[in-house]
C-alpha cells in the first residue's frame, strides 16, 4: 500500500509499504478514505519534534473497517469509522476517568500514545491507504452515511481538530456569555472559534496575522484582530471599550478567557518571519481579566531540538507567573482526552447545527503529499486545512 512517510526535515515520500494486518485480538484493520494534515505533522516536518525515519505519519483518518481481530465485539467488517488521534485502550484507570490522552497501556511504562506521531509509541500513521488500530472496539467510533458523502470532511475533523476545539474550550473553562480570545486562526483555533459560539460566548476574538485565515474567523462570527496592524491586547481592549464597557468595569476591558492554539513555535509579532515561543503566553497574561482563565491547546515540547531566539531549548519559557498570580488565573492545558467528545461531536455534526468540514481548503490525492505538507508549512494558496485521498 502507499503511505507516507517521514524521512527527515523537509522530507516526506510516499512509499509503497507492507498492508497491516491484525498482530492482536483486539485489533481493527481499516481501509482509510480521507486522512488529514495537522499542525502537529508541521512541528515534526520542520524537524522540531524529531520521529524516527520510516515512521507513516497522520493521527487524523476514518474510512471503511476491512478486518476485525477475534476479541472485537462492538465493532463489524463493513462499518464506516473515525479514530481518534490519540489511541487508548479504555479500561486503564486514565481511560475510566475519561483522560484517555494519558492512557496506562498503550505505551507500557509511559503515559498517552498516538498514531503516526514522534515519541508516541511508534504506532503506523493514517496518511496511507490503511492502518492498524489497536484496541478497536474503543479507537474505532461508528459514523453513518457512505464514504466520501457530503459530510466526509465533517466527520474527518471528529479525528482531532474538532475535539480540540472543545478541548481548548474545556481547558479555559469558558461558559457561555463569556468574552473571548483565540490566539492562532489555524485549523485547531477556527474550530475552537466554531466551538466556543455553539456553546454560547458572547464575544469571541480571533488574533492571527494571515488574511484568509482571520476572513474564515470572521464567517464564523468571530472579530478578527490582525497582530501585524498593531498590538492585538491593545486592538481587543480599545474595541471593548469602543463597544461600551459597563460603568465601574472599566478594569475589566480584557477578556474573561484566552486559548493558545498556536504553541512553542509562535511567531514573533514585532517580525513574524522568527519565532518567539513566549509570545502568545505573554500577550494572553496581558490580555486576561482579574479571575479569569487560560486554556493552551497549542503544542509545548520537553525538549525543542532546534530552540529559536535562545530559549525554550528544555522546554522552560519565560512566563510571567506574577501577572498571573495576581490577577487570579486559572490555566488549563495539555493534549486532548478525544474520547470525551467524539461522539457528542459526531452527534452535533449528525444533527447539521455544525459543518467543521467547511475549514478544508485542499483535497489531494494521497500520491501527492509531498506538495501538501509543502504548501500547508508555507501558508501559500490560501491554504488552511489539507485532506488527502488514498
Ligand atoms: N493539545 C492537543 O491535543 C492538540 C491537538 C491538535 C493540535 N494541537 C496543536 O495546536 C496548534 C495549532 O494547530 P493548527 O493545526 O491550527 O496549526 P497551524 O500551524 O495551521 O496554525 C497556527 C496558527 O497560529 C498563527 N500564529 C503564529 N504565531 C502567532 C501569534 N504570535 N499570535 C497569534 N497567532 C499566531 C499562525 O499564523 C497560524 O495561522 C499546534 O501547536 C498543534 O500542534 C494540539
Ligand atoms: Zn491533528
Ligand atoms: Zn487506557
Partial sequence: MKAVVYHAPYEVRVEEVAIPRIQDPADAVVRLTSSALCGSDLHMY????????????????????????????????GERVVMPAHLFCGVCVKCAEGITAECLTMRPGKVGAAFGYAGEGHYPGMQAEWVRVPYADANCVPLPGTPGDDQEDDFLM?????????????????????????FGAGPIGLLTVMSLLMRGAGLVFSVDYIVERLGLAQELGAIPVNFQASDPVDQIREYRKQHGIPPGEGSLDGVDAAIDAVGFQALDRSDPTVENPNQVIQDMARLVNPGGTLGIIGVYVKKDPRPTAGEGADGSLRVPWGQLFSKDVTIGMGRTNDRQYTRRMRDLVMSGRVHPGRIVTHHIPLEAAPDGYRLFAKRTDGVIKVVFHP
Avoid: F, N
Fill in 46 to 77: 520542520q524537524g522540531r519534534i524529531v520521529p524516527e525515519p520510516g515512521l507513516i505519519l497522520g493521527h487524523e483518518g476514518m474510512g471503511v473497517i476491512e478486518e476485525v481481530g477475534s476479541s472485537v465485539r462492538l465493532r463489524k467488517k
Fill in 158 to 182: 471528529l479525528a482531532d481538530a474538532l475535539v480540540s476545539g472543545w478541548h481548548a474550550a474545556d481547558l479555559a473553562r469558558v461558559q457561555g456569555t463569556s468574552t473571548v480570545a483565540v
